[in-house]
Nanobody
Framework: QVQLVESGGDLVQAGGSLRLSCAAS????????MGWYRQAPGKEREFVAA???????FYADSVKGRFTISRDYAKNTVYLQMNSLKPEDTAIYYC?????????WGQGTQVTVSS
């Protein structure tokens, strides 16, 4: 059974940094795309960043230059380094694995950025 467990969310002041982790288990994910989405209160879930199976990286315009996605294939883990955080980054951050036609989601981790 595939499981995704996020961690690293916290309360941080504007301008600060956080590193989120998403550990995937159940099988290997080296051939899958892994990424991060977020959902702020009253808003729809939105794409943040993705790491493709062949090491490509993609970012939403709103986080380019501030966030970095990375991946440890041996540990089945994807990370999101978030720098220069802004209050508008406040959201629940979700990890997603895209495996063929299937999507797997984690339970989310709360990131709150105070001004």
């Amino acid at each position: 059974q595939v499981q995704l467990v996020e961690s690293g969310g916290d309360l941080v002041q504007a301008g600060g940094s956080l590193r989120l982790s998403c550990a995937a288990s159940g099988r290997t994910f080296s051939s899958d795309n892994m990424g991060w989405y977020r959902q702020a209160p009253g808003k729809e879930r939105e794409f943040v960043a993705a790491s493709s199976w062949n090491s490509g990286t993609f970012y939403a315009d709103s986080v380019k230059g501030r966030f970095t996605i990375s991946r440890d294939y041996a540990k089945n883990t994807v990370y999101l380094q978030m720098n220069s955080l802004k209050p508008e980054d406040t959201a629940i951050y979700y990890c997603k694995v895209q495996s063929g036609m299937l999507d797997y989601w984690g339970q989310g981790t709360q990131v709150t950025v105070s001004s």
